[in-house]
């Protein structure tokens, strides 16, 4: 198998992509901490605040509320920001990339 | 004679009922059939899918997602359970974001149409593919299952003659001659359609039997505990909505109601712990439940391939936010359902298997008595077939390839002609429909939603730290890979084959789980030791066999992260084929 002929310009250096990685997995685990915080938070609720967390609120328990109601607009929320920032971050990139090849 | 037969089945048959049915499965199997003519190989499809717009891709990936668990199994489950099955719609929604943030965008970079696509070309490696292959079968037998237990429930609702297993022959069978046949590709369309249907079947008798018998928050507001305290004629005073009286085998409100309730505490309950020495182990229950949830999303083999048939990865992102919507907004009405049906059609409490909680969905529009409860009852029949008719057969289509295209078609006979292969396909969609029915029948006592989240917590201890961890971590060999999937994977699909044939009853094990309460729970959820398992072999293996790690890592890194536009992905496939000699 020949070596692959080598590439100098940036998008193949390993900075560009070390800190391409690192951008977007900063930018999911800052969306994924968000809902995990509310996923691993309520069992705990449930566990340390039952009286808290069966107070009558219309009819639903405040759990029941959190979990069977208000969580879809929370990953609602989540998903368009991640999809928002993940897509200017994308066109940043490109952005960056062309603006170098035009300078060398 | 057959006559008589036939006429025996249609006797006490609701003729609206029936007809929705019936309208439902004929214009899936002629839709299947008319877009398969047009779209004939798996490129077809692919490229077809790409000319569909954001709204279409979007109903049709969240028709894929919507099974018979989504549509009969959490209404049951809430009803037989109350809040502790709460978790699973919230999940499976949430398990779709953790897809899109961690696993969905590199993917589909990379350019791999299932899991053993992205297996074989991550690490340069067909035998890895064919390890990874197994999965597919492993999962889809497990999600089949449910999927069978749905039809059967079906049937011998709108059939009271027919018993359990002859609603899962017959409707096994049809699906698999059709998929055999040639139809029921995952059609963009016809999935498309299929989310509508069932949207609508769920969605309208939820606002009817509200507008009828009072809102959400007052049928759970009447879950309070009281009539059990009081004598009947106080609790008509402070009663909002109307209430039938529960049946002995229900359980009462307080546990139903709160969390850790009946689904997590039977274990400790089985081994004789008080309700306080119980909650750790509910705990433990739970957690290990939204592990399995979300994390099984992402390895699911039938999901994943819907991301390729959009044109650019803006559309893809576009299309996921709606896939977001449409199946959270799906989410919120099968728990109404649910909690309505313990207040207005408690004798399903005491009937168990096929009559049991399970068809909630399906009998409970017929509350309204008449023909518009017949008419509602017919709707959520529909929905119903749309949700498994369309999930086995992506099921089957998808297991059918694996073994046709990689068992045959890689391992036994890599050289054989295309009619071999066609002929092998329909073979296998036969073969692999058989065992799907056969495994169909057995497992009427289990909970469709119970079995549904079995599947997942296998996706989840195999697939998810194989996606996870070659996505985000360049440092993976082979070795690592396979032996965090098998070595996650297997043990979790073995504790669950052990619980399931406990529960049936073909393994006496109920003094061990009495005497062994955490060891029940960690059977019956794996997911919670099952994916650190997983992921820490992949490391510890990784790290002894780091000489083996892939040569181009760094491109096969720019590719999966870099943006679409950078055009990285054709570099790689010129340089790939010119480097293997192709």
Same mark, same amino acid.
């Given at each position: ?21 690192r ?28 009286v808290?967390m ?51 | ?11 006490? &048959? ?26 004939k ?39 037989? &359970? ?6 699973y ?18 993917l ?16 340069d ?7 990874? &292959? ?25 059939? $009271? ?23 029921m590709?995952?059609?963009t ?15 309208v ?56 309730? $009946? ?16 909650? $750790?182990?509910s ?7 939204i ?48 909690v ?65 295209h ?28 058989g ?32 996606l ?20 996650g ?5 073995a504790?669950?084959? &052990? ?9 006496d ?37 780091v ?9 096969k ?5 870099a ?20």
């Amino acid at each position: 198998m020949p070596p692959p002929k080598p590439h100098d310009d940036r998008v193949h250096s390993e900075e560009f992509l070390h800190t391409l990685m690192r951008r977007q997995l900063k930018l999911s685990i800052t969306c994924a901490a968000a809902f995990l915080v509310g996923l691993i938070g309520l069992p705990l609720l449930n566990y340390y605040a039952p009286v808290l967390m069966a107070t009558r609120v219309g009819g639903f328990t405040l759990s029941w509320l959190l979990l069977g109601v208000l969580c879809f607009p929370l990953v609602w929320t989540i998903s368009w920001i991640f999809i928002r920032r993940s897509i200017e971050l994308e066109d940043e990139e490109v952005r960056q990339v062309n603006a170098e090849k035009e300078t060398r | 004679m057959n006559a008589m037969i036939s006429l025996a089945f249609l006797n006490g &048959v609701d003729p609206w009922i029936f007809t929705f049915s019936l309208v439902t499965v004929v214009v899936t199997v002629w839709m299947g059939f008319r877009s398969a003519k047009t779209s004939k190989t798996a490129s077809d499809f692919f490229v077809a899918g790409r000319s569909v717009s954001v709204g279409w891709n979007a109903s049709a990936i969240s028709g894929e997602y919507l099974s018979a668990a989504s549509f009969m199994g959490v209404a049951g489950m809430v009803m037989a &359970v109350g809040y502790d099955a709460l978790w699973y719609p919230v999940c499976y929604a949430c398990g779709y974001l953790f897809l899109l943030l961690f696993i969905a965008g590199p993917l589909r970079r990379f350019g791999a149409y299932t899991i053993p696509d992205f297996a074989e070309g991550r690490y340069d490696s067909p035998l890895f593919r064919k390890i990874a &292959v197994c999965f597919v079968l492993f999962i889809g037998f497990f999600y089949t299952m449910p999927q069978m237990k749905g039809a059967g429930t079906t049937l011998a609702y709108i059939f $009271p003659g027919m018993p359990y297993w002859g609603g899962v022959v017959l409707v096994g069978a049809v699906i698999t001659l059709n998929v055999a046949l040639g139809g029921m590709k995952g059609i963009t369309l016809v999935q498309a359609v299929q989310y509508w249907i069932k949207m609508f079947a769920i969605s309208v008798p939820v606002f009817v039997l509200m507008s009828v018998y009072g809102f959400y928050g007052a049928h759970l507001g009447a879950n309070d505990g009281r009539m059990e305290k009081l004598a009947p004629q106080a609790t008509a005073i402070t009663q909002t909505v109307e209430r039938h009286p529960l049946v002995e085998k229900a359980p009462a409100d307080t546990p139903w109601i709160s969390p850790f309730g $009946p689904l997590t505490t039977k274990a400790a309950k089985a081994a004789g712990l008080s309700p306080e020495e119980a909650r $750790p182990y509910s705990l433990v229950y739970t957690y290990s439940l939204i592990i399995a949830l979300v994390c099984g999303t992402a390895g699911l083999p039938h999901i994943l391939v819907r991301f390729y048939t959009n044109p650019d990865g803006v559309a893809a992102k576009k299309t996921t936010m709606w896939v977001m919507i449409l199946i959270g907004i799906f989410y919120v009405f099968p728990p109404v359902l649910g909690v309505l049906g313990r207040n207005l059609l408690p004798e399903l409490y005491a009937a168990t298997g096929s009559k049991g909680t399970d068809k909630v969905v399906l009998e409970l529009p017929r509350v309204i008595g008449g023909l518009w409860g017949s008419i509602l009852s017919g709707i959520t029949c529909a929905g119903a077939f749309a949700a498994f008719m369309s999930t086995f057969s992506g099921l089957l289509v998808s297991m059918t390839g694996a073994m046709a295209h990689d068992v045959y078609g890689r391992i036994l006979k890599p050289n054989a002609t295309e009619a071999e292969r066609m002929r092998v396909f329909k073979l296998s969609a036969v073969l692999i429909g058989g065992v799907a029915i056969l495994l169909g029948t057995q497992v009427e006592k289990l909970q469709i939603n119970f079995m549904v989240g079995q599947a997942f917590a296998i996706a989840a201890s195999s697939y998810f730290p194989l996606l996870f961890m070659s996505v985000w971590w360049r440092g993976m060999t082979m070795a690592g890979a396979a032996s965090g999937m098998l070595g996650g994977g297997l043990p979790a699909l073995a504790c669950m084959t &052990v619980v399931n044939l406990s529960d049936m009853g073909n393994l006496d094990l109920k003094s061990f789980w009495v005497a062994h309460p955490l060891l029940r729970i960690l059977a019956e959820q794996p997911a919670i030791w099952a994916v650190p398992l997983a992921i820490g072999l992949m490391i510890v293996v990784s790290k002894l066999t780091v000489a083996r790690v892939p040569a181009d890592i760094r491109m096969k890194m720019l590719v999966l992260h870099a943006p679409e536009k950078l055009g990285l992905k054709q570099e790689y496939i010129q340089e790939h084929q010119a480097g293997m000699g192709h």
